[in-house]
Structure formats: C-alpha cells, structure tokens
C-alpha cells in the first residue's frame, strides 16, 4: 500500500508519516500543490493526506484535480481552519474525510483505515454478505449458492445497499445512483423495487434484511439471529 502525505509544515507531515508508516503504508510527500498533483497522476496511490494551506495553492484546488482526472483514490484533507464552508467544499469536491489540524495520531489511523476499507469495498469484484454473493463482474446474484434472478433495476439498487451495509441510504440517493435522474420525489419506484427485492431475498432465505427508515430511505443489514435460539 502506498500512500500520498500533501503538506508544507514539517511537523503535520512528521506526525502524518508516522501515522501511515504505522498503518504499514509507503508514504511519499508532496509540499506543493503542483507537485501533488504531478505525483497523483504518476501513482496509483491507496490513500492521501492532504493539507487545505499549501503554498502555492488551496488543497481545494488540489482535490479538485485529482477527481477530474477521474482519480478515485481515497483522500482524507487535514484543515486548520474552523470553517465550516470550506469543509463542505471539500466533501463536494470528492474529498472522503477531514480532520481538523493537529489530528488526534490514533483518530487519524482510524480515518484513514476507514476511507481505504470503503475504497476497497468499491473495488471488490464480489459483494458478500451472509449467505448473499453479489457477483460485480457477471452481474448475477447468488443466495446460497443458487443464483436469483434479478431485473436490470434491482441489481444495481441491491448493489448499492451492499456497498453500503448498515447505512442508511435515502430514496433520492437510490433514484439518482440506479435511474440516473431525479424523480419526482413522491415516485413510489425505489420502494415498489425494495419491495420486490425483498420479496425474492425472502423466497431464497437470504440472511439480510432491508428495513425502511421511515420518511428517509432503507438499510441493509444482516440478520439477527432470533434471540434464545441458541439456547434452543
Ligand atoms: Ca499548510
């Protein structure tokens, strides 16, 4: 795993190395932007730390950049400000985390394992969960082994509930990822799709489950095993 620290300030990017180094990263270190950048697209990085004041540019810019080149590689920002405008620009840029500077060594670990565990899951050709197989690559869903047949809508809105386990994922998220346009909010598709997911989930006792958190979206867990079986 290698990882990109982007600051000027030795002790911040001391504190950062010591930290990814721990995390077993290979960490280079830009401390402009314009290098940053230059290294971004040379490497094929697992993980950035990237500091808002450089000296030559924003980090804003910096992030920038780096998604318009298509580059999805995880970015944690470090920013020593306290506002709160520019930590919403830099999460709408693509940024995946941030941390207020100095960071907490054992917070900043536990981010940075956090975004590069998502990332990960992002890339992973198959999504399991229990007994639930979902083959990225072949687009096929398999419950026990056996594969369910699923329509063209309900894969993809199986899929991101996967990728995003134990959260919840609101209908205007689903709306937009899986028909790529905005709905009329009052579109009862997102839940007539659940339902009929659910439906076959249920028929090939699958061990998730999808819960619909009222007036917000769904979320999909694992299922509890029934309490006292055990004791059974
Ligand atoms: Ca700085």
Same mark, same amino acid.
């Given at each position: 795993m290698r990882a990109l620290i982007v600051e000027d300030e030795p002790t911040s990017a001391l504190l950062s190395r010591h930290v990814l180094e721990q995390e077993g990263f290979v960490v280079d270190q830009a401390v402009t932007g314009q290098a940053a950048i230059a290294l971004v697209l040379a490497t094929d990085y697992d993980a950035i730390i990237l500091d808002l004041g450089l000296p030559d540019t924003n980090g804003l810019a910096v992030m920038e950049a780096i998604r318009r080149e298509g580059r999805t590689t995880p970015v944690l920002i470090l920013t020593g400000t306290h506002d709160a405008e520019t930590t919403v620009r830099a999460l709408d840029a693509g940024a995946d985390d941030y941390l207020r500077k100095p960071p907490v060594p054992e917070e900043l670990s536990a981010r940075v394992r956090a975004i590069v565990r998502r990332a990960t899951r992002q890339r992973a050709e198959q999504l399991v969960c229990g007994n639930v197989v979902l083959d990225r690559l072949s687009r096929q869903l398999f419950v026990n082994g056996t594969e369910v047949s699923l329509t063209s809508k309900e894969l993809p809105l199986l899929e991101h509930l996967l990728l995003n386990r134990d959260q919840v994922i609101t209908r205007t998220e689903l709306l937009e990822r899986v028909w790529d346009m905005h +709905?009329?909010? !009052?579109?009862?598709?997102?839940?007539?799709?659940? #339902? @009929?997911? @659910? =439906?076959? $989930?249920? #028929? %090939? =006792? #699958?061990?998730?489950?999808?819960?619909? =958190? @009222? !007036?917000?979206? +769904?979320? $999909? *867990? $694992?299922? *509890?095993?029934?309490? !006292? %079986?055990? *004791? #059974?």
């Open positions: +709905f009329d909010p !009052g579109s009862n598709v997102v839940d007539v799709n659940v #339902a @009929r997911i @659910r =439906r076959k $989930l249920s #028929a %090939a =006792r #699958a061990d998730i489950v999808i819960s619909a =958190r @009222r !007036g917000v979206g +769904f979320v $999909l *867990q $694992l299922e *509890q095993a029934p309490t !006292g %079986a055990s *004791q #059974a």
